[in-house]
């Protein structure tokens, strides 16, 4: 079955750039979905099919896809962007998440 | 507004049953796939099940399959989750979620603030 991976956590420090992976075999021929969960919350649509930011997402949020790995990148990073992040795709009829990555600012 | 409202979580036995309920407002309900995420304690995301905007198709994950039963009622705005022969690790908060449009493929860009199950002896 198909598998996602994600790095546990990524540091980056106030105000400059994170970058979350996504790994997949051949991620980039998939369509990949990105949300942020904060604690006690529930997730929240930060990136879909790769690329496109949902209303209400700054500018700040961006993606990419290709080969074997997908990249939510922040730039000029905010305490709060502080969460987890799941990537997923869909393969099969069946919606995949990756494990998570929590992104630590500091 | 436009939200999704879960209920019906509780605390029960293995082997017992439960039907989570998700109440829809604000936007055309019989136009959008819903699915139900669940989050175990502690962890990450988990997708259970995805039904089609009529109600006729559904898919299910292999570890609910043929234990869960999603439905809606487009009448209603209410989407439903039957769950028998409950375990422990279906112990989890469940989030009802709306597929971002009618593509198969989307992401999901409503969540609800979820329901919780306990499966426990």
């Known amino acids: 079955s198909y598998e996602l991976t994600q790095a546990l956590s990524v540091s980056v420090a106030l105000g400059q750039t994170a970058r979350i992976t996504c790994g997949g075999d051949?991620?980039?021929?998939?369509?990949v979905h990105w949300y942020q969960q904060k604690p006690g919350q529930a997730p929240v649509l930060v990136m879909y099919?790769?690329?496109n930011r949902p209303s209400g997402i700054p500018e700040r949020f961006s993606g990419s896809n290709s080969g074997n790995m997908a990249t939510l990148s922040i730039s000029r990073a905010q305490d709060g962007d502080e969460a987890d992040y799941y990537c997923?795709?869909?393969?099969?009829?069946?919606?995949?998440f990756g494990g998570g990555t929590r992104l630590t600012v500091l | 507004e436009v939200q999704l409202l879960e209920s019906g979580g509780d605390i029960l036995q293995p082997g017992e049953s439960l039907r989570l309920s998700c109440a829809a407002s604000?936007?055309?309900?019989?136009?959008?796939?819903l699915s139900w995420v669940r989050q175990a304690p502690g962890k990450g995301l988990e997708w259970v099940s995805r039904?089609?905007?009529?109600?006729?198709?559904?898919?299910?994950a292999d570890s609910v399959k043929g234990r869960f039963t999603i439905s809606r009622d487009n009448s209603k705005s209410t989407l439903h989750l039957q769950m028998n022969s409950l375990r422990v690790n279906d112990t989890a908060l469940y989030f009802c979620?709306?597929?971002?449009?009618?593509?198969f493929g989307d992401g999901f860009d409503l969540w609800g603030q979820g329901t919780m199950v306990i499966v426990s002896s």
């Open positions: 604000g936007f055309t309900f019989s136009n959008f796939a």
């Open positions: 051949n991620i980039g021929g998939k369509n």
């Open positions: 997923q795709v869909w393969d099969s009829n069946t919606a995949l």
């Open positions: 099919r790769d690329a």
């Open positions: 039904i089609s905007d009529n109600g006729v198709t559904s898919y299910y």
């Open positions: 979620v709306k597929s971002r449009t009618a593509w």
